[in-house]
């Protein structure tokens, strides 16, 4: 069974500070998918990154930036100088090979991880 | 190109009553989903639709069901509601192809919100 692990449950920081968001998970594919979305207060989920369990390249994009290691079974995920329109609930998902299915199974999230960021 | 719609954005409904959500893909996307979100169980998915077929199902009971019309257009709904059925529920979309090993990931609508009274 897949299982996604966040650990820490509320951050708060101040307005610059970097920061970052652990994510463990479980799973017995060889094959599977790692995400992470944003939920503001609207409630949308917003897409911010996929990696493939075959891709273990740290990625960053502007002022984000994830670092999975399949040694530890980890993928976190770090905001550099945070700024208060990052305040927002951070979920952390796993969705494997669909098998004889398909590719889209289920996504398998964490319990989130609520940032608020300080001015 | 416009997003994941979901309809209504909110509800109140009585318990005993049955509902009816509405989900309408980005266009080209052939892959529903749909998710329960409760502050105590946090995301949870529900069942997945793909060509009008059920492709996946979650632990739910049998209360709970959807279907998949022929332009993608995804409902579900929920039968003899109860009070823990309040929830924010959220439906996603995605460009899957059939049996294709790529996951493309998943663009989600704003959600509607349920509460059951």
């Known amino acids: 069974a897949q299982k996604v692990t966040q650990a820490q449950t509320e951050i708060s920081v101040v307005e610059k500070e970097d920061v970052t968001l652990d994510c463990v998970y479980e799973?017995?594919?060889?094959?599977?998918?790692l995400f992470w979305y944003k939920q503001p207060p609207s409630g949308e989920l917003v897409f911010l990154i996929r990696?493939?369990?075959?891709?273990?390249q740290n990625e960053i994009s502007g002022r984000y930036s994830w670092n999975f290691q399949k040694s530890t079974s980890s993928f976190n995920f770090t905001i550099t100088a945070s700024q208060v329109v990052d305040s927002a609930v951070y979920f952390c998902?796993?969705?494997?090979?669909?098998?004889?299915?398909?590719?889209?199974?289920?996504?398998?999230f964490g319990k989130g991880i609520t940032l608020s960021v300080r001015p | 190109k416009a997003g994941v719609t979901q309809t209504p954005r909110y509800l109140i409904k009585t318990r005993g009553q049955q509902v009816t959500l509405s989900c309408s893909p980005i266009?080209?996307?052939?892959?529903v989903s749909w998710y329960q979100q409760t502050p105590g169980q946090g995301l949870q998915f529900l069942f997945e639709?793909?060509?009008?077929?059920?492709?996946n199902k979650g632990n739910f009971p049998g209360r709970f069901s959807g279907r998949q019309f022929s332009n993608s257009r995804s409902e579900m709904n929920v039968s003899t509601l109860e009070l823990g059925d309040s929830a924010l529920y959220l439906c996603?979309?995605?460009?899957?192809?059939?049996?294709?090993?790529?996951?493309?990931?998943?663009?989600f609508g704003s959600g509607t919100r349920l509460t059951v009274v």
């Open positions: 998902a796993l969705s494997e090979a669909g098998g004889t299915t398909g590719a889209n199974s289920k996504l398998t």
């Open positions: 799973t017995r594919d060889t094959t599977y998918y």
């Open positions: 996603a979309s995605s460009p899957t192809g059939h049996r294709t090993l790529i996951n493309y990931g998943y663009t």
């Open positions: 639709y793909f060509s009008e077929t059920q492709r």
């Open positions: 990696r493939n369990s075959f891709d273990e």
């Open positions: 266009s080209g996307h052939r892959s």
